[in-house]
């Protein structure tokens, strides 16, 4: 006859039920931990790779990584945009998405990083020229999270020349939470559509959130110059160069307010600082249309030749040149340089570039 099990003779059996359960986890934990570890390593691998320019060894790297570790949004994110960078747009989708699905099927999921994982595949088919795509996620993404998703594309809108859809994103971002970054792009994006005044508003504005905003300072003293306020111009611009002395843009700007203000000397020294700093090919623009002001045709020309050579496919460039040949007395130098100045405007609108 069977026993009858009482309340007794059950406890040893559901301790060692509990035991042998919590034993399981234990050993599935401690596997999930392993496999992480081997994951991350293969993406330090592959990071290794990247440097040495082994474009095979890399992408492999990044596949044992998602391999071994499929469900962490830790290394399916990394990988994804590893993918991206190498311009294997499909994978790095398709790990995106995988991110997006494992996020969606919790039950507390994160609406901001569901936004985030959207505006990243949003980048990734921008990226890749697939437009309307890319238009449709962010869309989503600002369902998920107005201020993340209208943040992202006011980004790619400002890449695309369209300043005032991205003035309107920003202002939308704005609604949701104050940020002196995003005040600095918005009066970025309205100087460049020549809403200087209220450029200036948002650039002080991101100087009452931030006081140490270097790059808010350095834009208002544009904004400044602008309006020909050259002394308040000036003033940012050492402001800004304090809080960040090797920014070499920064003492472009500082150069066109001495040169407004006469101060030739000091100008051609802010000219020569910026480009210890990067030679760049817009400081030898910019600084060659004081030097021709001043009278300094030659040395003027110099700068231009250089920006041709840096820069041979903009037309601008040409008819800068063309314009100061033309001055100086080389009239077949003028025409040549307006002539491949024509021809590239031309071409130029025969490219058609999507705007949205």
């Not at 000036?234 to 203000?261: C, Q, S, W």
């Not at 030898?284 to 045709?297: H, I, N, Q, T, V």
Request: charged share 30%.
């Amino acid at each position: 006859m069977m026993r009858r099990l009482d309340k007794l003779s059950l406890v040893p059996l559901l301790c060692w039920l509990i035991l042998l359960t919590t034993s399981a986890q234990a050993d599935n934990l401690k596997e999930k931990k392993q496999n992480t570890a081997e994951a991350l390593q293969s993406l330090k691998r592959a990071i290794e790779y990247g440097k040495q320019g082994n474009k095979e060894g890399v992408e492999a790297e990044c596949n044992k990584a998602v391999g071994k570790d499929p469900d962490s949004l830790a290394i399916l994110l990394p990988a994804a945009k590893i993918f991206a960078f190498l311009g294997n747009h499909n994978r790095a989708l398709e790990l995106i998405d995988r991110s997006i699905l494992l996020t969606k099927s919790k039950q507390t999921g994160n609406a901001r990083l569901i936004a985030e994982l959207y505006v990243n595949r949003g980048n990734v088919n921008h990226q890749a020229g697939r437009i309307q795509a890319s238009i449709d996620d962010y869309k989503i993404a600002i369902e998920y999270d107005p201020f993340v998703g209208h943040r992202a594309r006011a980004y790619v809108r400002t890449q695309q020349r369209n300043y005032k859809g991205a003035v309107e994103d920003y202002t939308e971002a704005l609604k949701y939470k104050e940020d002196d970054e995003l005040y600095r792009q918005r009066g970025t994006a309205r100087y460049t559509i020549r809403e200087v005044d209220e450029a200036v508003k948002d650039f002080s504005r991101a100087l009452q959130l931030n006081p140490k905003n270097a790059g808010a300072y350095a834009r208002r003293g544009d904004a400044r110059v602008r309006l020909k306020d050259y002394k308040g111009a000036l003033d940012d611009f050492n402001r800004a160069i304090k809080l960040e002395p090797d920014n070499a843009i920064t003492y472009v700007g500082r150069a066109i307010a001495k040169a407004e203000m006469n101060d030739r000397k000091g100008a051609l020294e802010d000219f020569e600082r910026s480009l210890k700093l990067d030679e760049n090919s817009s400081v030898y623009l910019c600084r060659s249309e004081y030097l021709a002001k001043w009278g300094d045709s030659s040395e003027a020309l110099a700068d231009l030749d250089k920006v041709v050579q840096a820069r041979p496919e903009e037309s601008a460039v040409y008819a800068e040149r063309s314009k100061l040949k033309l001055m100086r007395g080389d009239f077949f130098g003028a025409q040549d340089d307006f002539a491949k100045s024509i021809g590239i405007q031309i071409q130029d609108q025969l490219k058609a570039t999507p705007k949205y």
